[in-house]
């Protein structure tokens, strides 16, 4: 999703290792360490797919006003906003794990059930509806299902 390739986590570490001081590598590395704002990220997304809001709303199961105020910055989303999200706009896996780091939410872990699941959604490309009925068959709590997730 980005535009320019960022600095592994890896390659990050090594950096601040070897850095003489800590303002130093915060200079030197700071397009790396930076976040966008959620709703602009999302809303250049949006822009980069040639998509409306509208749509990737109407996909993710959120209630529409919601959505809006996520796409416009009046409100911040849990984890499961995020990834319903990611189902609206059928981001990969790898993309799915971006959009949560802007959000500051946990990534997918595959050693957790649920996360799991949605990894295996994401990756085969199913619909937010059909996910849902996926992790409801597992008895996991759906994507979104009134407890909050962050």
Request: some cysteine; charged content about 25%.
């Amino acid at each position: 999703m980005t535009d320019q390739k960022r600095l592994s986590t890896e390659e990050l570490l090594s950096l601040l290792f070897k850095a003489p001081s800590l303002h130093m590598f915060l200079d030197e590395t700071l397009s790396d360490l930076s976040v966008p704002a959620f709703h602009d990220y999302i809303t250049a997304l949006c822009t980069r797919q040639k998509e409306v809001p509208e749509h990737i709303i109407q996909r993710s199961g959120l209630e529409k006003s919601f959505g809006h105020q996520l796409f416009n910055g009046r409100r911040f989303p849990s984890r499961d906003s995020v990834l319903q999200l990611a189902f609206g706009f059928s981001l990969s896996v790898a993309d799915t794990q971006e959009l949560l780091r802007i959000a500051g939410k946990s990534p997918l872990y595959p050693r957790v059930k649920r996360d799991a699941a949605i990894i295996y959604c994401l990756y085969h490309g199913i619909s937010f509806v059909d996910a849902q009925i996926i992790l409801c068959d597992l008895d996991l709590p759906a994507l979104g299902g009134g407890r909050r997730n962050d």
